[in-house]
């Protein structure tokens, strides 16, 4: 009989609660594009979504000013009112995270097809997270977490290559793209994790979301021109800069302080499976039986990552 501490039993517990809602959160953002985003590039797409989330999180930290929040710092942190200690380039990376995602997942989908594009793209994270963790940070996943992710990647792949997807003769160029997108986002919630356990989410979210925004605002102008933006497709931009990246990554970042970054990455595969869903309820698809089967093999891959996870804790 071991005595632990009270919090620690249901912290893991907690974060893998927020980190699965961002991804249930980010699993709309597919059927939300089919329904609104008219001719809008998908490039302007992510950059305004990118732009959104940064004013979102600019009002959080105004609102949390004015109602008397004291300032992130306080006396530990050198002096009351002092900002977080954190390094600039931290930030940096995190914004080439979260902006280098963006501009390489729509590039990258475009390119691929939307089924084989995201299955790469969300398949490769975890991978991508599993070996930076092994290899720069010296902490290697164990033996189960990682057949976890292989079932759980063979699944995702199993759904998309079912569905189709548009998914011609792959472009390589696109496959490419995705991996780099899949690296840049494993590469975000690394660091991520890092910033939060240092600094207020919140504050954090802020400064990464701007840069994020301006890198991927000259991008989108460079590679799709001046944007059109329709009624429907402005409600689209600001659901999925409110909801789809606001709201889900102030879930994702405090999900973070409670697990490992690998884990948090992996859960995010929780996404197509959400996708899948709404693609079922909202657009009346009708995907064959091998799509079914790669889900219940995603979501049993999930298990075994999430039961490393909370064994690790112990």
Same mark, same amino acid.
């Given at each position: 009989m071991?005595h632990h501490?009270p919090? *620690?039993?249901t912290?893991p517990?907690? %974060?893998?609660?927020?980190?699965?809602l961002a991804? /249930? $959160?980010w699993?709309t *953002?597919?059927t939300?594009?089919?329904l609104?985003?008219?001719?809008?590039s998908p490039?302007?797409?992510?950059?305004?979504q =990118?732009a959104?989330a940064?004013?979102?999180?600019?009002?959080?930290q105004?609102?949390?000013r004015w109602?008397?929040?004291?300032?992130p710092g306080?006396? !530990?942190?050198?002096g009351p009112?002092?900002?977080?200690?954190?390094?600039l380039?931290? =930030?940096a990376?995190?914004s080439a995270?979260? %902006?280098?995602y963006?501009?390489a997942?729509?590039?990258?989908?475009?390119?691929?097809g939307?089924?084989v594009?995201t299955a790469v793209?969300?398949g490769?994270?975890?991978v991508?997270?599993?070996l930076i963790?092994?290899?720069v940070?010296?902490?290697p996943p164990p033996v189960?977490?990682? $057949?976890?992710?292989?079932?759980s990647?063979a699944?995702?792949?199993?759904?998309a290559?079912a569905?189709?997807?548009g998914?011609?003769?792959?472009?390589?160029?696109?496959l %490419?793209?995705?991996l =780099?997108a899949?690296l840049?986002?494993?590469?975000?919630?690394?660091?991520?994790?890092r910033?939060v356990a240092?600094?207020?989410?919140?504050w954090v979210?802020?400064r990464?979301?701007s840069?994020a !925004?301006?890198?991927?605002l000259?991008?989108a102008a460079?590679l799709a021109g001046?944007p059109r933006?329709?009624?429907?497709?402005?409600?689209?931009?600001?659901y999925?800069g409110?909801v789809?990246s606001? $709201?889900?990554y102030?879930?994702f970042?405090g999900? $973070?302080?409670?697990?490992?970054?690998?884990t948090?990455? *992996?859960l *995010?595969l929780i996404e197509?499976?959400a996708?899948? !869903?709404?693609a079922?309820l909202v =657009?009346?698809?009708?995907?064959?039986a091998?799509a079914y089967?790669?889900l219940a093999? /995603? /979501?049993?891959?999930l298990?075994l990552?999430?039961?490393a996870? /909370?064994?690790?804790?112990?």
């Open positions: 071991h501490h919090c *620690t039993a912290s517990q907690a %974060g893998i609660a927020l980190v699965s991804a /249930l $959160l699993g *953002t597919g939300a594009q089919q609104g985003a008219g001719g809008l490039f302007w797409v992510g950059a305004a =990118l959104v940064s004013a979102f999180f600019a009002c959080a105004a609102l949390g109602r008397g929040r004291p300032r306080g006396p !530990a942190r050198g009112g002092a900002p977080p200690r954190v390094p380039a931290w =930030l990376l995190a995270g979260i %902006g280098g963006s501009i997942f729509y590039a990258g989908v475009r390119l691929a939307v089924g594009g793209a969300i490769s994270s975890p991508w997270a599993g963790q092994a290899v940070q010296r902490a189960r977490w990682w $057949l976890g992710v292989g079932v990647v699944g995702g792949a199993l759904m290559l569905r189709g997807g998914a011609a003769a792959p472009a390589w160029a696109g %490419g793209l995705c =780099l899949g840049a986002y494993a590469a975000y919630a690394l660091v991520n994790k910033l240092r600094a207020p989410a919140g979210n802020l990464v979301f840069g !925004a301006l890198l991927a000259p991008a460079l001046v933006f329709s009624a429907p497709a402005l409600a689209l931009v600001l999925l409110v789809v606001g $709201l889900a102030v879930a970042s999900g $973070l302080r409670h697990i490992g970054g690998a948090a990455v *992996t *995010t197509p499976a996708a899948f !869903a709404l079922l =657009l009346g698809e009708r995907p064959p091998p089967w790669g093999a /995603l /979501l049993a891959g298990g990552v999430i039961r996870e /909370l064994r690790g804790a112990r």
